[in-house]
């Protein structure tokens, strides 16, 4: 499975954001997916996950301005970002998940496969 991310960019605080996750092999609809992101000097921390059959958890720091969805068809997951602000900036990154979505582990990044190689979202304020 190979992962590959689009949609980052130079925002300005308040902006949206749309990123994507495209599978270049593999079949989307067997996969949890999940979104991170690591700021500069920061670890890589949980943003957003989907299951399999369209079950979405958040991370509170993103929890009501974020929204992850997949498109089966399309072998693409997304992830909306709305109202950025400045400590939003960070390169994401996409994964698949392996193994059962349990609430103790699902933002450990040692639950994840087949990273991305991440897209840049900064925010200016």
């Known amino acids: 499975v190979q992962i590959v991310e689009s949609g980052g960019g130079l925002v300005q605080a308040g902006s949206s954001l749309r990123l994507s996750c495209t599978l270049s092999s593999g079949a989307l609809n067997s996969y949890h997916m999940g979104w991170f992101r690591q700021a500069t000097g920061q670890e890589r921390e949980f943003v957003a996950l989907i299951s399999t059959s369209g079950s979405t958890y958040y991370a509170d720091t993103v929890k009501g301005r974020c929204t992850i969805s997949r498109d089966n068809a399309k072998n693409t997951v997304n992830l909306q970002l709305n109202s950025l602000k400045p400590e939003d900036t960070a390169v994401y990154y996409c994964?698949?998940?392996?193994?059962?979505?349990?609430?103790?582990?699902?933002?450990?990044?040692?639950?994840?496969?087949?990273w991305g190689q991440g897209t840049q979202v900064t925010v200016s304020s």
């Open positions: 994964a698949r998940k392996r193994g059962p979505i349990f609430a103790a582990t699902m933002a450990r990044t040692d639950e994840y496969l087949n």
